[in-house]
């Protein structure tokens, strides 16, 4: 159920709103939208009686919400959610790129991806210090090392920067870097994390898991989103299918069917999702024109020679190029590249 | 196994060739290129020996092809194939839009359909007279009396058109009418049917199956190529997923993987993909910004009371606003979509 | 709509219903149970009014079918149909096992693996003659030559034989030798071979498509049985996955699933559903224990050698070895195995 | 690699096998048969010679393991892993049936439940006690209360109990009273939390996810074996494909397939694999005759108020009368049912 209050409703109505819906064992949240505001209600919601919320002054209107996930469906918020980040604007009319190499290897590799991704005029810089690897025997990433090189990108080159958070245990040390969390695919559904992840302020970048339907994605960000952390940016980085001619099956039709469902950001990332790099900026671009907020690729000065993920990393210069033809595809999907110049 | 020719080869110098393939037990297959004439071998080419072809005069190289596709290979013809329909092309740099209804229902449906497509400048209708339905129950197409229908559009309207071969007896009655031949994704693996098909001069547009890699697909193509018959259009309708918020899982990285491997034209169909229609210009322009040759649309005018397919067909009015951004989008991917105006 | 008839309606109070039905331009189909009469109706059956047939003196009672198979559903029929093919029968306490190799190659390679399996006592022999198969460069059977061995077997050890038809060019040849016609998974909804082999009278085992859901499978037997032939054994024999330890992922699921809505016989390929010869016994004993009617099983005497699917065929010795476990198993699950002994 | 120890190798010998790797910069591990000692290489074993470990006298022979997994696999320990757990054996020839209700809902509920399968001559009852729920808002759990009332019925009962541990943050608790502790499917690649159970001594029963191919399951074992704790159960509960009619997919071939693989124990719960009660049992039966060592049965004796998965849930009498079924098949398949009696 969302009950959107009037235009003129005071602090006190809002108040007793919430004081009401608390009565009857059921929780409140505030969502706000650029103008109005709504208080989402999530409980045992059929004791609640419409009746006796119209009938208040300050409220408008009281929907019921007809999907399993609430607070992230565009039946509570019907504008797109806009997320700032130090003053810069991911959702909406903003075209985000991303991009950096799987894993942090090395201070001096770090440097070598990251300047020109900066002198690109990108504003995000990935890169990975905690991996979580399907086999115990494989590369882990560098883990407090790794986040330590992140803080030097940024203070050195003044990048944003987003890391993976694998579990509960290190997610605060993360925190503490990052400007974007990364929750990666195998951890959508590990719901500690999500509620932790839950607590924070920062941005949460959430990629849908390999066998996750859109809805179970949906229901993974109102995890986050139902402990009070609104800033959840989903992400889609391909599915689990029969197809061996690529690693996985990057599965677009998410993005329209998610920016109908949700008022939230929604990314592509199309490294891992058709895992082979010379077809990355074909899926990228494809991205972008079914409507994506933004996009996350892996880029790595010598791809032969990474730690993880080499064979989906594009070279800077390869990236460049895909970076130029994003730029010229944003403005007939009505969306605006703004790299700094 | 292919033998590039010489530019120079003579006529007879090819024969040399074939008479040494058919020697061994193996088949000739010219395939021709813009310059080069490459002579394709199938069979058990193990037997023979590269040298045998090379200390030939008019023989340039000699390759193995390391797929089970061959004829439909980029090794056997690097260069992308484009068909040509009575003077319009199709593949390369050329972005063919293909719209119609799901079914032909009367003389009347087509022509409110058809003659606004025209008015937009389209070339290329389809409309289905033989319906392959999971139900016996269900409306099966107006068959004959459709094929009549579509014979009219083309001689009222100038429009080309494309309609589907459910099975081999029609198919004959199917070929005099299309300028394209649809085989269905249901049919994909009808063997038999393709070696029909092989046998027609009409260019087929294969649709991939439900559950069918993209190497299935190409082997299908191969079974029509074996035949003779070189004008082969690939079409992406989406694969059968766990995902249950669309129809299929139209997957796009088809489009990329496919113009790799293969030389043949790669279309898009985004009604039967993702099978909601306001979600179809979304996925239509994705498969475009992906590469896709050409996007085949579900156009009614009335979806509501479609006999099939309503639920993904787009109203003229909307297609048009489609077709706009198609256009602003084409050249972007170095493609140019040629309209009649 | 189904329109049960009392026990002793006349042949004549059947005429009248079927009349009835007729007249508001739907189709009545006869389904024998073992004591009572059904009559099925399909088409437009949202005119029939049930009133209209209760106030007939011979009609017991009126049930509207509510899945969109209607004639194979248990709504339709409660008790198991048990199909006699000469005197076998194939379908509620009986347990079947159909072995023989995937291709006929030769005279020789067909009685040295029949002889052995009719001396355990099999009845039912496999063993195709035309092969659908992936490549247009792979062996496609002996074709007619194979059906003339076929029918040589028959003669010379009185073996039972099933063999698949591809297309409905050849489905009368196929029809005229085989006990049982084999419908493969490719042409699971080829519906113009499903509509032939419907007016056909041979059994027909229809296997599940690779990417077919129950309900696909259920409605393409629907096409046969709408038709008039009643006899259709189910075949359960993998579908298609993202696992590749497997060659398919046979879903055994299907099996209880089906008998709960459907009166049809299901079998299980365990052979062609895992893969991999040395677990085919598990499989196969799994099939029996999650009650299949029936299993088929590929054996061939030198699988090294064999011109198709030798990695999952069983040696004699090894099938032998599994089909006394098969025997033990049956009673637990209230079946037989007779063998001929 | 993996180094087979001589029978009459004493444990000094061992003890240089272990430095000389070390040396080298890899890890051992020792892996025990029931009569000989191997001692499994991780790590950079492209390193290691097998020339140096041979020349030792209490080396028998030295094996290059081709799999991803290592230590879990057949070819570092041909034989079968049996657990003991207080005596009781789970794997080899012993078939071992778990059961009891997906949540712990009461103490009146959990003994209601428990009673009538105690007496059965059950040994191990499953309740949850932490629950992962796909919804923020579904019951989660009674959690700490919850262990408390297992630990009654261990007392009260003598039954042993298995429980989940949804993640690290409390999973000390959930081993204190477990004498198997689950990890769920979606935490299957949670590796966080492998790592922490692989340092306990508690045997981990370890589901598959619903995406995690039979590589990706035995590599999570691998996470936990390679922590010390060898004593691990794998469990097949379904993966996700494209068929509606079942919850989820059981994968029966991933018994045989696992066998073949690895030597750990691998057991079914058909409960969650097909979801539907009244099918449960055939797939209980499908799993023991594909050659499960144990299944795990959700029963409730309420299901339709079950706050949890009720609609998969037997009743104890219908538990009851599979159990007998299970008992009559299990030495057809050369394992023994031990039921307290």
């Known amino acids: 159920m969302?009950?959107?209050?009037?235009?003129?409703?005071?602090?006190?109505?809002?108040e007793k709103v919430k004081a009401k819906i608390a009565q009857k064992g059921c929780h409140p949240y505030l969502v706000y939208g650029t103008q109005k505001l709504a208080v989402g209600v999530t409980g045992p919601t059929t004791q609640l009686d419409e009746e006796e919320f119209l009938i208040m002054d300050s409220v408008q209107e009281v929907l019921r919400v007809s999907k399993k996930f609430k607070l992230v469906s565009r039946e509570v918020k019907s504008e797109d959610t806009i997320i700032d980040i130090n003053g810069e604007k991911i959702g909406g009319k903003h075209l985000t790129v991303i991009a950096g190499p799987c894993s942090i290897e090395s201070r001096q590799q770090l440097f070598d991806i990251a300047g020109p991704l900066k002198e690109m005029g990108l504003k995000f810089f990935r890169a990975g210090a905690y991996k979580p690897r399907t086999s115990p025997y494989a590369f882990q990433g560098l883990k407090?090392?790794?986040?330590?090189?992140?803080s030097e990108i940024k203070k050195e080159l003044g990048l944003m920067v987003i890391?993976?958070?694998k579990d509960t245990e290190t997610l605060d040390a993360v925190a503490e870097v990052s400007d974007i969390i990364q929750i990666g695919a195998r951890n959508m559904q590990n719901f500690s994390l999500l509620e932790k992840a839950g607590r924070l302020k920062n941005p949460i970048l959430l990629k849908r898991g390999l066998a996750a339907s859109i809805e179970d994605l949906l229901m993974s960000a109102e995890y986050i989103v139902s402990q009070g952390n609104f800033n959840v940016i989903l992400c889609e980085r391909g599915i689990r299918t029969f197809e061996t001619y690529t690693r996985n099956t990057l599965d677009l039709n998410a993005v329209p069917v998610i920016k109908k469902h949700s008022h939230l950001p929604i990314f592509v990332d199309p490294s891992h999702g058709i895992g082979i790099w010379d077809k990355v900026p074909a899926m990228a671009m494809g991205a972008v024109a079914c409507g994506a907020d933004g996009v996350m690729i892996e880029v790595h000065n010598k791809p032969d020679e990474a730690l993880s993920d080499g064979y989906q990393s594009l070279?800077?210069?390869?990236?460049?190029?895909?970076?130029?033809?994003?730029?010229?595809?944003a403005p007939i999907v009505d969306k605006e590249l703004d790299l700094c110049k």
Chains 1, 2, 3, 4 share one sequence.
Do not use: C, R, W, Y
Not at 315 to 329: I, V
């Open 2 to 14: 969302v009950i959107i209050m009037k235009l003129d409703a005071s602090e006190s109505d809002v």
């Open 315 to 329: 070279t800077p210069k390869n990236f460049e190029k895909m970076l130029h033809k994003l730029e010229q595809l």
């Open 163 to 165: 890391t993976e958070a």
């Open 144 to 150: 407090e090392k790794g986040l330590e090189l992140l």
